[in-house]
């Protein structure tokens, strides 16, 4: 079914490989979170796929999109943050994600030019302080919580680390730019504690980031498939009005977002 490909060799050379492989990923996998896990998962898969690709040959008739073609993609899943600054002062609940992009690719290596656009919502708290234009009001309140809304770009290279075959791993890395926006809920303490009611209820940011990305794509046929797969992206914005330090400056929000997601491929 694999063409030329000997099952006897492969599967004593693949035996020691896997063996190796499983070893290593368990011993370092000790304690280690999810997301950590996740991610050696992916490396395993990778280097399984290596593996497979070194011994064998494209199997004949398997589902293939065109290496040179455009394929779409839509999907869904969930979102968790990890805040690097202010690390005390801002929090990012759990949000749900949704893309949709496409792919063109080179016609060798297996690589292609990714191209996507994100939606992302989820809730969130933050010590929120708005120092007016003058300087003569503050505006603070702790633990404000707020709705935020994010859209992406993104732009990138992906590697499928073997073709030819129904289930093909890749990893995928690139740039994003992002525009969030923040609609704050004040209590009815939180603005009796205010000098007046001219605080500022919501903020737009944009910002720029860098991501990686690893997954498997299933394919039924040559235009149709699923996929799997886990983003880490990493994400620096532009300088808060709503979230001063304690000199009144303007502080930028750093922040890891980690994506699990699920969608549908088709090959045009």
């Not at 997301?35 to 011994?55: I, P, V």
């Not at 065109?66 to 690097?84: L, M």
């Not at 737009?204 to 991501?211: H, I």
């Amino acid at each position: 079914m694999l063409g030329r490909l000997s099952f006897s060799n492969l599967g004593s050379k693949l035996s020691s490989k896997v063996g190796s492989i499983y070893t290593s990923i368990r011993r370092t996998s000790e304690g280690a979170s999810f997301n950590t896990k996740f991610f050696k998962l992916l490396a395993a898969a990778a280097l399984l796929s290596a593996c497979l690709a070194s011994q064998a040959q494209a199997a004949p008739g398997a589902p293939r999109f065109n290496p040179k073609g455009v394929n779409g993609h839509v999907g869904v899943g969930f979102s968790y943050f990890t805040v690097a600054s202010p690390p005390r002062e801002f929090r990012f609940d759990n949000g749900i994600y949704a893309n949709l992009g496409g792919e063109k690719g080179f016609g060798f290596m297996n690589l292609a030019l990714t191209f996507g656009v994100g939606y992302m919502t989820g809730e969130g708290a933050a010590h929120y302080k708005n120092v007016s234009l003058s300087g003569a009001q503050t505006y603070e309140a702790l633990d404000a919580r707020f709705k935020h809304d994010t859209f992406n770009l993104s732009l990138g290279l992906k590697l499928r680390l073997i073709d030819g075959f129904f289930f093909r791993p890749y990893v995928e890395g690139g740039g994003t730019f992002n525009y969030t926006t923040l609609k704050f809920s004040f209590t009815n303490a939180q603005k009796a504690a205010f000098p007046d009611q001219s605080q500022k209820d919501g903020e737009s940011l944009m910002g720029f980031g860098k991501y990686a990305e690893g997954g498997a794509e299933i394919a039924f046929s040559d235009s149709f498939g699923i996929y799997v797969a886990g983003r880490m992206e990493w994400v620096e914005t532009k300088e808060f009005e709503v979230l001063y330090d304690a000199n009144n400056e303007k502080q930028k929000l750093v922040f890891a977002s980690t994506t699990y997601f699920v969608g549908l491929l088709k090959s045009f």
